[in-house]
């Protein structure tokens, strides 16, 4: 099989499309035959040496989130059989590189996967589980009230489009900080008042809670109120927003009846997700660079 891995630390142009052999499944795990691999901001900064644990030596390959057909079982395994329809996601950060959705084929635990229901297409599934399960864990750690408001930054992308929905599901008013004329997305999704991105949210009014999927960091701490909550997808520059405001950066863990939970509603149109572009799997650096330039409206999924 092929692999895209990152060859050295730096930009696009270190992932290298090389031939690995084919995985076999251990016990517990099956080996799925990748038909959709999801590119998430966190692939582009673990290419480039930013990793949330720590350093990881090259080559290593990226991805966490892909959909494809199991291909074979391993030992201990009965939930799964050759031939069924699959979405999941490895966690990069456990795996450090040694397997990553950027291949044709992947020896995946068993708890990493969930049925891709029928009529869902992989490109579109391939979209969901680390954003969704961001966007969930999210939320519960800022243990909104009944009746918040919440604002959340990056509200056009691939986790702000799940916070956005979840929230305004949940009965909470939603304030959308929205990207490059993309406002009707968010507001689609179920945001009261959408902003766009270089809104001063000092100058707005002050929200019970903040979803920093960007993150913006300090710069959008103005905008909660006295003894509000933050939360921030990733550490941000240190700061102490003060005012009795509780702030939290959190890593996702994987949570197999969740994503069940997340994939269905996709399914069935309660949820929404949106792919901008298809780009092969041996011209991943193309996907990066797209993403890194920004303004695409929905998220980038490589085809093996």
């Known amino acids: 099989m092929h692999v895209v891995e990152v060859a050295e630390v730096g930009g696009p142009d270190v992932l290298r499309w090389v031939e ?6 251990g016990p517990g795990q099956v080996v799925v035959w990748i038909a959709a691999a999801n590119v998430n901001p966190t692939d582009l900064g673990a290419r480039c040496g930013r990793y949330a644990r720590g350093s990881v030596e090259p080559p290593y390959v990226l991805g966490w989130d892909f959909a494809g057909e199991v291909g074979s ?3 201990g395994v009965s939930a799964l059989a050759a031939g069924d329809r699959v979405v999941g996601m490895i966690h990069w950060y456990d795996m450090e590189g040694t397997a990553g959705a950027y291949a044709e084929a992947v020896a995946a635990d068993v708890g990493w996967l969930v049925e891709l229901p029928e009529g869902l297409d992989p490109v579109l599934g391939a979209t969901i589980p680390l954003n969704a399960l961001t966007a969930v864990q999210g939320l519960e750690l800022l243990g909104l009230a009944p009746d918040s408001t919440i604002l959340v930054t990056g ?14 599901r949940a009965g909470h008013r939603v304030v959308a900080l929205a990207g490059r004329d993309d406002e009707d997305w968010p507001r689609s999704l179920g945001a009261s008042v959408v902003l766009p991105r270089d809104a001063d949210l000092s100058a707005i009014e002050q ?8 993150p913006l960091g300090a710069a959008a701490a103005p905008a909660v109120r006295d003894g509000g909550a933050i939360v921030t997808v990733r550490r941000t520059d240190e700061f102490d927003p003060g005012r009795g ?4 950066a959190f890593l996702i863990h994987p949570d197999q009846a969740r994503l069940r939970e997340l994939v269905a509603d996709v399914a069935a149109g309660r949820l929404q997700t949106r792919v901008a572009r298809t780009i092969p799997l041996a011209d991943a650096a193309e996907g990066h660079r797209l993403v890194e330039a920004g303004g695409l409206r929905g998220k980038v999924v490589l085809i093996p």
């Open 155 to 168: 509200a056009s992308g691939g986790v702000g489009t799940f916070a956005v929905q979840l929230a305004a």
């Open 20 to 25: 690995r052999p084919d995985p076999v499944a």
């Open 245 to 248: 405001i509780h702030k939290q």
């Open 207 to 214: 929200v019970d809670a903040l979803f920093d999927a960007v």
């Open 73 to 75: 079982v391993g030992d």
